[in-house]
Structure formats: structure tokens, C-alpha cells
T-cell receptor
Framework: GQQLNQSPQSMFIQEGEDVSMNCTSSSIFNTWLWYKQDPGEGPVLLIALYKAGELTSNGRLTAQFGITRKDSFLNISASIPSDVGIYFC????????????FGTGTRLQVTL | DAGVIQSPRHEVTEMGQEVTLRCKPISGHNSLFWYRQTMMRGLELLIYFNNNVPIDDSGMPEDRFSAKMPNASFSTLKIQPSEPRDSAVYFCASIGPAGENTGELFFGEGSRLTVL
């Protein structure tokens, strides 16, 4: 089946630092989604990407859809304490747009 | 607007007991998903329904797990008998017609299950 691997697994950064994480797939995706899970909550969609090469921003977050369609990147600029959580990439399974495979997750900790 | 509502938020039970988790999707959403989250395996899709009909249950781990959606506003995930390895956070998520193209799932807060 489709697998999404994320790196790094976890990050410990200081408030104000920029963050970069990525997601790679063993197969091609036509859509890339980035979700964030706050502690004790369910994941929430942050950014959606629909075209290879697309670069999309949402406030301090920027995500890119890799040209090969097998990877995606998420950057967070000037991190703040509320950025703490687990970030997941996700992509739809073949033939079913809403049936998502989630990546392994990147756990972000922000220290003051 | 109310989001996806799950109950219970926490359940602690003994091995062998029956567990029933409940979910109320967002009104108007026609697809519902049950996910399980563990440290080892991350977020796994167990089953999903479209218009109350189970479409894909290939992620259900074994016959001890069953899910139903008797109407558009209610779904259950049942584990009988439960085992310690079933301990996880179980999420319900729903998606509406517009979300079918965007992939925007709306998740509940999850049910944390501990089987002793």
C-alpha cells in the first residue's frame, strides 16, 4: 500500500526559529495535505496542495508540492509556543479522494 | 456549528469486555471515517462509510472489530472482546460534499481507550 514517511520524527526548537519538515512517498500523489494535531485533539487541516510545483502559504506556514509528486515540504517561520503539536502530511488513496493515508508525523516542541 | 462529536472521551476497561465508541458527524456530511492512532502505527484508517453504507473496511484489524452507521447522524465502533493491544486513541472524522475534492476531513476529539 501507499506509505508516507515524514522527517524529522521530532524537533525541539526555540521560539522564533524557522522550522522545515518534509514528507516522501513511495508512489505519486495528486494532492498533498498538511494537518496539525494539537495535544489531546484531532488533526486539523492546515494547507492543501493540488498541483505539482505549487507553493501555498497560510500565515506563517508555507507548503510546497514537489515536482516529482512524490514529496512535499512544510515550513513554519518564526515559531511560537502554540505551534507545538504533531504535523501530518496526507494524501488520498488511489481512486478515492477523501480516503486519506496519513504520514508518520513530525512532533514539534517549542521552547521559550 | 458543532463539530464531530465523539463519546466517551476516555474509557478504561478490562480485557475481554465489550467496548462501544460513538460518533456524531457534522450535519450534512455524507462520509464518515474511523481512524485509530497509536505511537507505533500512527493514524490508521479502519473503515469508512458513504451515505451510511460501509465502503471500505479493509483496515479493520480483525473480527473483534465492527462498525455500524444506522443513520446519517450516528455511528458506532465496537470491539468485542477487547484486548490490551486495542489500547489507542480512536478518531471519528467526517467530510462533506465540498470536501470530497479538497480532502478536508473534520476530526472529533477522539476516544482514548485503555484495555487492562
Amino acid at each position: 500500500g501507499q506509505q508516507l514517511n515524514q522527517s524529522p520524527q521530532s524537533m525541539f526548537i526555540q521560539e522564533g526559529e524557522d522550522v522545515s519538515m518534509n514528507c516522501t512517498s513511495s508512489s505519486i500523489f495528486n494532492t498533498w495535505l498538511w494537518y496539525k494535531q494539537d495535544p489531546g485533539e484531532g488533526p486539523v487541516l492546515l494547507i492543501a496542495l493540488y498541483k505539482a510545483g505549487e507553493l501555498t502559504s497560510n500565515g506563517r506556514l508555507t507548503a510546497q508540492f514537489g515536482i516529482t509528486r512524490k514529496d512535499s515540504f512544510l515550513n513554519i517561520s518564526a515559531s511560537i509556543p502554540s505551534d507545538v503539536g504533531i504535523y501530518f502530511c496526507a494524501g488520498p488513496n488511489t481512486g478515492t479522494a477523501s480516503k486519506l493515508t496519513f504520514g508518520t508525523g513530525t512532533r514539534l516542541q517549542v521552547t521559550l | 456549528d458543532a463539530g464531530v462529536i465523539q463519546s466517551p472521551r476516555h474509557e478504561v476497561t478490562e480485557m475481554g469486555q465489550e467496548v462501544t465508541l460513538r460518533c456524531k458527524p457534522i450535519s450534512g456530511h455524507n462520509s464518515l471515517f474511523w481512524y485509530r492512532q497509536t505511537m507505533m502505527r500512527g493514524l490508521e484508517l479502519l473503515i469508512y462509510f458513504n451515505n451510511n453504507v460501509p465502503i471500505d473496511d479493509s483496515g479493520m484489524p480483525e473480527d473483534r472489530f465492527s462498525a455500524k452507521m444506522p443513520n446519517a447522524s450516528f455511528s458506532t465502533l465496537k470491539i468485542q472482546p477487547s484486548e490490551p493491544r486495542d489500547s489507542a486513541v480512536y478518531f471519528c472524522a467526517s467530510i462533506g460534499p465540498a470536501g470530497e475534492n479538497t480532502g478536508e476531513l473534520f476530526f472529533g476529539e477522539g476516544s482514548r481507550l485503555t484495555v487492562l
